[in-house]
């Protein structure tokens, strides 16, 4: 990965095989934070919800965390009680021996759904993964947290800040069971600025929804989905608590840029994914209608397929768009292009359009599905991929 990754000061991490994958590769990660850090976070909307994500909230209701403790290979979801007690009981075996309460830590996990997570993997994994934290392990830490994800996923920068340099590092899991609401994966991003927690959790939550919440691989919407922004206010920059500040522009920006890199990263690493596709609906009559759109072209298994198999079906597009549920919808005002070609205009297909040039576009591996609805003023964005045969293959065998 050519980039420089830059540590943030007061952020320490810790990696090791606990044996709770069965391939023994890296399973367990900790992210340690200085003492005084604040962190926000946001969580799935999914009503099965994990028991660490259950936990992980009345965690940060009760304490400033001190510790993020992340497993891969099981996501302790679906587990009832005992789920529950088995999560509560690693939070204090990794609180054990350190300067801080179980309600300090917070847990992730990710993997196989309704299985009971082996606490006694904690017992050994926690004390080694604790006694190698440094604040270089970022690269570990994104491997770590990997599943069926084939590449780690990691983005850092530095950037000026009235003068005042300042670092953001963040890493983030996911390949399938992609869909917003909150966002179907894990992320963990920090930052040696100092943020009042309003704001640190504005950003983060703005930084989301334009970024998390805009892409979708296959509509389902995990158990486990989590991510935090941490901020250790070790750089020399002044705290950040106007959010119509200067500082707090330039974070923000570089933030969403951030988050928007780790999430097409997941995209392009979807579970079997050949094509990366853009859908950006304009012209919308309210930003809902825009998603409505976006999410149901993204969707569509027919759209998907005919990507992957590189066949130029624009019906199949356009059959999406109509099933969208948008009132009052004017078919002969809207207009959709594929890149540059244009293949629906004046309520079928556009008369300047040939299946070559379809069939060029089709031809990428980078796609922009362009809607146009003419209706109103606004827009959004929606990142997908399309449906291949690994991915069905991956996911049937997901748990042999």
């Known amino acids: 990965m050519n980039q420089n990754i830059h540590p943030i000061a007061g952020v320490y991490l810790g990696t090791t095989s606990a044996g709770i994958k069965k391939n023994g590769k890296t399973d367990m990660v900790v992210i340690e934070l200085a003492e005084g850090t604040r962190t926000a976070a946001v969580f799935t909307q999914n009503r099965f919800c994990a028991a660490p994500v259950t936990l992980a909230k009345k965690h940060m209701a009760e304490t400033s965390p001190r510790l993020l403790m992340i497993n891969s290979g099981n996501a302790n979801a679906g587990t009832g009680q ?154 020399d920059l002044p705290e950040i608590t106007d959010e119509s500040s200067e500082a707090y522009t330039i974070f923000a920006q570089q933030l969403n840029e951030v988050m928007t890199e780790l999430a097409q990263m997941i995209v392009r690493d979807g579970e079997g994914a050949t094509k990366f596709i853009s859908i950006e609906v304009n012209g919308g009559a309210t930003q809902q209608e825009c998603l409505d759109v976006a999410y149901t072209v993204a969707h569509s298994p027919l759209v998907k397929t005919a990507f992957f198999a590189s066949d130029p079906n624009w019906g199949r597009i356009l059959a999406a768009v109509g099933r969208a549920g948008i009132d009052d919808l004017d078919i002969e005002a809207l207009t959709i292009f594929l890149n540059e070609v244009c293949i629906v205009r004046d309520g079928g297909r556009a008369s300047d359009y040939t299946e070559e040039k379809g069939q060029a576009v089709m031809d990428l591996t980078d796609i922009t599905i362009q809607i146009n609805l003419n209706r109103g003023e606004f827009s959004e964005t929606v990142w997908t991929t399309d449906f291949s045969y690994d991915y069905v293959k991956i996911n049937a065998e997901y748990r042999t």
């Open 82 to 235: 005992p789920g529950m007690d088995a999560a509560i009981a690693t939070c204090e075996l990794a609180a054990a021996n350190q300067d801080y309460s179980a309600n300090a830590v917070l847990p992730f996990s990710t993997g196989v759904i309704g299985e009971l997570l082996p606490v006694d993997k904690f017992e050994h994994g926690l004390p080694d993964a604790l006694a190698n934290v440094r604040v270089d392990g970022w690269m570990d830490a994104a491997k770590g947290i990997m599943t069926t994800d084939t590449v780690e996923k990691i983005v850092s920068r530095q950037f000026e800040i009235q003068g005042h340099t300042v670092s953001l590092t963040g890493i983030s899991k996911g390949s399938g069971m992609i869909h917003p609401n909150m966002a179907t994966m894990l992320g963990f991003a920090a930052t040696d600025v100092a943020m009042s927690q309003e704001l640190l959790q504005k950003a983060l939550t703005d930084a989301t929804n334009l970024s998390f919440n805009r892409i979708t691989v296959d509509g389902d919407t995990s158990t486990n989905d989590a991510c935090t922004l941490s901020a250790t206010g070790q750089s």
